[in-house]
Nanobody, 119 residues
Framework: QVQLVESGGGLVQAGGSLRLSCAAS?????MGWFRQAPGKERDFVAAINWSGGRTIYTDSVKGRFTISRDNAKNTVYLQMNSLKPEDTAVYYCASGPMFTSTRSYYDSWGQGTQVTVSS
């Protein structure tokens, strides 16, 4: 399994920005970001293939969030702009063999980082 460690979460006002980072022990896989709000399912946010040439996003973050990766540093990023209160959640980094938004195809997970957006 790949070891994943997220960082960069915090408290921000609506309209603000945060950048999440995920350090991986092995960057040879598809990387994704998911989020889970209290009492809700863990939902897909964004994914990036190994080369960084393909990305996918859930509709609610398109145009506001950007996923990227630096394989030399074994790190994937999630730049989050124009944050909204509904973006409040624990954000998880994940890795897997398939470029997909389907949670079950990701087999390694980080511990999560809290993002709170105040109105």
């Amino acid at each position: 399994q790949v070891q994943l460690v997220e960082s960069g979460g915090g408290l921000v006002q609506a309209g603000g920005s945060l950048r999440l980072s995920c350090a991986a022990s092995d960057s040879s896989y598809v990387m994704g970001w998911f989020r889970q709000a209290p009492g809700k399912e863990r939902d897909f946010v964004a994914a990036i293939n190994w080369s960084g040439g393909r990305t996918i996003y859930t509709d609610s973050v398109k145009g506001r969030f950007t996923i990227s990766r630096d394989n030399a540093k074994n790190t994937v990023y999630l730049q989050m702009n124009s944050l909204k209160p509904e973006d409040t959640a624990v954000y998880y980094c994940a890795s897997g063999p398939m470029f997909t938004s389907t949670r079950s195809y990701y087999d390694s997970w980080g511990q999560g980082t809290q993002v709170t957006v105040s109105s």
